[in-house]
């Protein structure tokens, strides 16, 4: 299984950041696709999550409005549109994947890319 992360970089408050996700190993349209994210000292949390076999989602309170997740299941890539971006988005975001349907908790991941950074300035 293999999950590699890519769109992630320095962008001014205000600013969008739309991250790829490209997946391979594991039955893509069978399993849920989510976004987590990881600052210094803080505990990973879930931002989204994707089922991709109904489509559901699942948005943080903070990501709701903003954050937009998506997958081409042909491609087998995920995405994760982010926008009207605030210093607190700063941190590491991963691209995981589960078979629980609608997994979005650290538990229900089975497997999880290298993360990429996202950096807010003021």
């Known amino acids: 299984v293999q999950l590699v992360e890519s769109g992630g970089g320095l962008v001014q408050a205000g600013g969008s950041l739309r991250l790829s996700c490209a997946a391979s190993?594991?039955?893509?349209?069978?399993?849920?696709i989510a976004w987590f994210r990881q600052a210094p000292g803080r505990e990973r949390e879930c931002v989204a999550s994707?089922?991709?076999?109904?489509?559901?989602?699942y948005y943080a309170d903070f990501a709701k409005g903003r954050f937009t997740i998506s997958s081409d299941i042909a491609r087998k890539t995920a995405y994760l549109q982010m926008n009207n971006l605030t210093p607190e988005d700063t941190a590491v975001y991963y691209c995981?994947?589960?078979?629980?349907?609608?997994?979005?908790?650290?538990?229900?991941?089975?497997?999880w890319g290298q993360g990429t950074q996202v950096t807010v300035s003021s």
């Open positions: 994707l089922a991709n076999t109904k489509g559901l989602t």
């Open positions: 190993g594991f039955p893509f349209d069978q399993y849920t």
């Open positions: 995981a994947t589960g078979a629980w349907f609608g997994a979005r908790t650290l538990d229900e991941i089975d497997y």
